[in-house]
């Protein structure tokens, strides 16, 4: 199977490094999508060879970031796009795990929240709680069965990426992609993936270190992709967890 794995980068100077060399084990191609670092992880990438590297000049958002890697995953000849985080959340030696699961399905999405690994730390109070609260709520609008809606450890089958119009560059972008899937009638999947909070501190910035801000925010986010792409004649899809544990309680 071709396939790619993509990381979005800001400022991740401490992490990089080590984070694309233990990739490397599992991917024989890594893209890093550098969206406007600052602090010296652009040096970092350039001694670091093998890696195709994309470079936003300022800081646009993770889902901008997102953006640019399903477009030049889109332009190459890969059949699965594999998209993680590059701050040490999402260990590496998962990836034949998404691959394997997606033999058939469209996205397999990992989540933290399907089962408990031994590795597993507690989630921030406030993520936890607006997890669960959007989850939910993705699950009740639109037909869904997920058990983690903000997980960025994926994989996308091209197909998928080719049908998908992504715009949201924030934070949000993963409730867009869940809404329009759910209208394109994608098949989903879920595996289970430890859930590791190394900085339990980390701040997603601005108005959005708010709580309340981030969960007004996250529902604008669902409303305006509910209204861009409207319920028409494609059926919810279907839902196949690898790992049982029931999706309505399990979510955080």
């Not at 597993?120 to 939910?136: K, M």
């Not at 997603?204 to 981030?214: K, M, Q, W």
């Not at 209204?227 to 309680?249: D, K, N, S, V, W």
Request: hydrophobic content about 40%; glycine content about 8%.
């Amino acid at each position: 199977m071709q396939f790619l794995t993509a990381i979005p980068v800001y400022n991740e100077a401490p992490h990089v490094e080590g984070v694309v060399q233990e990739v490397r084990r599992y991917s024989p191609r890594i893209l890093i999508v550098n969206d406007g670092s600052t602090d010296g992880t652009a040096d970092i990438l350039a001694r670091l060879s093998g890696l195709e590297v994309l470079t936003h000049p300022v800081n646009r958002g993770y889902g901008a970031a997102l953006i640019s890697a399903f477009a030049y995953a889109r332009q190459q000849d890969i059949e699965v796009l594999i998209t993680m985080d590059c701050d040490g959340q999402h260990e590496p030696s998962r990836i034949p795990v998404l691959l394997e699961a997606i033999h058939d399905a469209d996205i397999v999405s990992g989540s933290r929240y399907l089962r408990d690994f031994h590795q597993d730390t507690q989630a921030p109070r406030d993520r936890q709680r607006i997890n669960r609260e959007i989850t939910q709520e993705l699950n009740r609008r639109f037909g869904l069965h997920l058990t983690d809606a903000f997980c960025g450890f994926k994989a996308y089958r091209r197909e998928a990426l080719e049908r998908l119009h992504i715009t949201e560059v924030g934070w949000g972008m993963p409730l867009q992609l869940w809404v329009q899937a759910a209208r394109l009638g994608l098949r989903i999947k879920e595996v289970g993936v430890p859930r590791l909070y190394l900085d339990p501190n980390r701040a997603f910035g601005g108005v959005l270190d708010n709580a309340e801000a981030r969960l007004s925010y996250y529902r604008q986010v669902i409303d305006e992709a509910a209204l861009r792409c409207p319920l028409a004649a494609f059926p919810c899809p279907p839902y196949f967890p690898t790992e049982g544990r029931c999706p309505e309680t399990d979510c955080g």
